[in-house]
């Protein structure tokens, strides 16, 4: 009887041969002021691209924002409280859980506004903090920045929101948190980046 005839491994995927490396930026022609407003403005900047094609992109400027992870481990160390916000987004039009945040003031230092928001959202205080990472929201159109913060040993007050927020504030151990995530019950973008940063850090051990 003959041997079965051994089908030809599939070839392995061999990586693009013609990729080259970014390194030239667009070439800013003119800028004009288009819209300003009390949080952001926006630009209609003329651009030389590298391959030599003139575009017009409209850009948001946004001074950037600061995201606060702040989070209670004195109860339970191995599933921590994280104070979470639930507030109606009217460009969304939804109810949306998010984790407390808000712009940087010009001239303000990053970390002095994100102690400054937890106070004023929360009132929570918090005595450790540790910057987890810094990320571009929407690059594409969107100037902004975010940092985002972990705000450890935290102690309660009074918030002091402005007079637009109508802010519920509240807490969830990690690992509910995590299953909203996971159930695609949480749509916030800055909210999903912490938490999974943060749940990813302390599964490595690094926080």
């Known amino acids: 009887m003959a041997a079965p005839t051994k089908k030809p491994s599939a070839p392995k995927p061999q990586p693009p041969t013609n990729r080259k490396k970014a ?13 300003k407003g009390k949080v952001f403005s926006v630009f209609t900047d003329k651009v030389l691209e590298p391959g030599g094609a003139i575009n017009t ?12 992870l702040a989070v209670d481990e004195s109860k339970n160390p191995k599933d921590p409280d994280i ?18 945040a808000g712009r940087v003031e010009p001239g303000e230092a990053p970390l002095a506004a ?14 450790r903090w540790t910057l987890l990472t810094k990320y571009f929201a929407s690059p594409g159109f969107l100037g902004e920045w975010m940092q985002i913060y972990l705000a450890r040993d935290i102690s309660d007050g009074v918030s002091q929101p402005e007079a ?18 996971a159930a695609n019950k949480i749509h916030d973008g800055k909210t999903l980046i912490g938490l999974l940063l943060y749940d990813a ?3 490595s051990g690094r926080l």
Request: hydrophobic share 40%.
């Open 23 to 35: 390194t030239a930026k667009a070439k800013l022609i003119s800028s004009k002021l288009s819209y």
């Open 57 to 68: 992109r409209d850009v948001i400027r946004h001074n950037g924002s600061v995201v606060i």
């Open 83 to 100: 104070i979470f916000e639930r507030q109606y987004r009217h460009a969304a039009g939804q109810f949306l859980l998010e984790l407390p």
């Open 114 to 127: 994100a102690k400054r928001e937890m106070i004023e959202e929360t009132g929570y205080r918090a005595k």
């Open 164 to 181: 637009d927020e109508q802010i519920e504030v509240f807490r969830i151990p990690l690992s509910e948190a995590l299953a909203l995530v």
């Open 201 to 203: 850090g302390r599964r």
